[in-house]
């Protein structure tokens, strides 16, 4: 009973083990970026477990990663500044999909991506090692995207005749490493703590210590299956301790409402607000910003900059936002039911340039210059977007099986290794496969089976080396018996029945296959026989006359990145429009 309950234990700890959960990736403790300070992810890819840092892109249904051709030999800090580079000729897992073209071309960034299928590899925050293969990767050298990203949609990719599943398809349906397909994001930022706060992702649910609850949720637009919003207004408050600026009447000043409203894509691909050229507009007026036309931005002086770090003393901005689909304006739009409003302190827009930007726009060795991360949308797309600067005070959580999303508070807590995972578990009725491959219902994988295989075997040896040696010491203790109480002085210890070949066989593997004892001989009786002593599950009984042949011995099993200068220091500048 007891070998059967440790057989139980063993295959039990398996199972619950194995079970789909929510991950939270690790985070870089490193600040990447040629148009601010952006946290990334860690992975390793490859054969080699090549490491590279990643940015997240919430769009994006693949994973890039910049190329050898990314950086020139002679620029010794570029890899590093861009997340490391990774060699597809270094890797021999590398399954070639040929040359396409990158898919962010709503954003005006061109460029290839040398396309194919390679192993990725991570480190969750709780330890836990997750690795896939056949992992739809790009490598590119393009500057357009200085960092490579990890994309959280879930669109199929087609190239020529291969389609391809998104790595988060993966890790649900192929993998079964997470319970649904579902990620909650924010983009952490430089400008909390004492170093910072670095972004959060989890995969499979969402970590409950880095946002404000609510229950409100928006419909994922159907034209593309991701998170878009409807933004009835933008509104924009002074500081308490701070004067008003010029032209302001009172604290807080209407920068969009809703007869201005519009329906924006939440990506994390860029990190600019994609805005109507109007809202630009009022926005420039109200902190008297410079359009520059050679970084189609709007730069900032040194003084506006400072004045922006102070973050929520300085300016706070709230975001106003419904359901795309929600189109009632009756009565208080901003109030109506299905509204969440999402306050972004100005800190989150004070960024930097530096080289190489918008294709060394900026040269190397120039200072970096600050700017306001708002983009005349009109100029380079129809499709406005709110984009990373927003995520760094905004969580974002997705669930694709359902067809929903929530744009939630983020907080910060000092301890941003301090997590409270929330697993979101798949409906029934969701559209999309279920965590890998199940078998009785229990969601087992094939690695889970393989284990269970295992463990099977395991116990099987056990029982057979505890059924062995209760047999032996059955029979030593019957012999040692007929001994003590005399009751055949002459008597013939019976040679052992034959062994069967699945015994031999175990017993060989045991270092056991000792050369068969002879044919007994009886033993002259005597009144002074010594008694025998009871063999244990480590003695064999011998009968001493008889000579032993020899035991048989067991074989041996035998582009340069300059260190980064301080922000909107003295030599910072704005270039001229």
Known sequence: MLSIAIVATVLASIVCAQQPSAVALTPSTDWYGFDGNWSAVKFQIGSQQQSVSVLVSTSLSEFWAVGSGGCLAKEPLCSSARGNIFSVADSKSWDSLGAWQLGLDYLDYGGNGDYGLDTLSTTTLSGKSMTMKDIITASFNST????????????KGSFGNEIAESPLTQAVKTYGWIPSYSYGYTAGAYYKGTSGTPCSVTLGGYDASRFVMHNQEFSLDPSDGLPHAL?????????????????????????????????????????????????CDQFAAAFNLTYNTTFDLYTLTDEQYIAFKAGASSYSFTFSLTSHDNNDDFGRPLQTPGVVNITVTAAAFAQALR??????????????????????????T????????????????????????SIHQAVFPEDSQ????????????????????????????TAQMAGIVAGVVTACLILLIAWYCIRRRKRANAVARAIEEGKDTASTILPESPRSPMARFFFKMMGKNKARRPSPHEIMGSTSQPVEVAADANNAVYELPAQIGPAELDGDDSKSIQEQADFATETSHTLST
């Open 231 to 279: 933004v009835r207004g933008i509104e924009v408050t002074v500081g308490q301790d701070k004067a008003l600026p010029g032209g302001w009447d009172n604290r807080t000043r209407i920068l969009s409402n809703m007869s201005t409203s519009f329906s924006a894509m939440i990506d994390s691909s860029t990190p600019y607000l994609w805005l109507p050229d109007v809202i």
């Open 355 to 380: 080289y190489p930007f918008m294709d060394e726009a900026i040269k190397y060795g120039e200072p970096a210059v600050p700017y306001f991360p708002l983009r005349r949308g009109s100029n380079f």
């Open 382 to 405: 129809n499709t406005f977007i709110i984009g990373r600067s927003f995520l760094q005070e905004a969580y974002l959580i997705t669930k694709y099986d359902t067809g929903v999303f």
């Open 418 to 445: 301090t997590l409270n995972i929330t697993e979101i578990k798949q409906p029934n009725n969701s559209p999309y496969p279920p965590p890998a491959a199940q078998v009785d219902g229990r969601g087992l994988t």
């Open 144 to 155: 357009d995207y200085y960092l490579g990203y990890l994309g959280l949609g879930i669109t």
